[in-house]
C-alpha cells in the first residue's frame, strides 16, 4: 500500500509541478469541458438559434449523437490550442518583460 501511495504522489507532483504536466491537465480538462458542452448543450443552441445540431431523442441516437459531438469538439479543441500556441510564441508576448512579484 505505501508503495502504491508513493506512486500516486509521484503521479500528482507531475501534473502539479511540471510544464508537460500541466500541459496534459489542461488539454484533457479542456477537451472534456468542451466535449460535453457540445453534447448537453445542442439542444439548447437548437431552440435558441433554430439551428439542426443533431441531438440524442432516442437511445438510438445516442453513438451517432457522441461521435458527432467528439468530432467537433476535437475541431474546437486543436483550434483552441493553435490560437493559445501563436499568441503566446507572438512577438508582442515573447517581448514582454517577466513579471516578479515581490512578497514584502
Excluded: C
Amino acid at each position: 500500500m505505501e508503495k502504491l501511495k508513493k506512486v500516486w504522489d509521484g503521479v500528482v507532483l507531475f501534473f502539479n509541478t511540471t510544464k508537460l504536466g500541466h500541459f496534459i491537465k489542461s488539454s484533457v480538462l479542456s477537451f472534456t469541458g468542451i466535449f460535453f458542452g457540445i453534447l448537453f448543450a445542442s439542444p439548447i443552441i437548437n431552440e435558441l438559434f433554430n439551428t439542426s445540431f443533431p441531438t440524442i431523442q432516442q437511445l438510438t441516437d445516442v453513438w451517432p449523437v457522441v461521435i458527432d459531438a467528439f468530432y467537433r469538439s476535437i475541431w474546437a479543441f486543436i483550434m483552441v490550442q493553435i490560437g493559445v500556441y501563436k499568441y503566446s510564441s507572438s512577438a508582442v508576448e515573447v517581448n514582454k518583460p517577466i513579471v516578479k512579484i515581490d512578497k514584502k
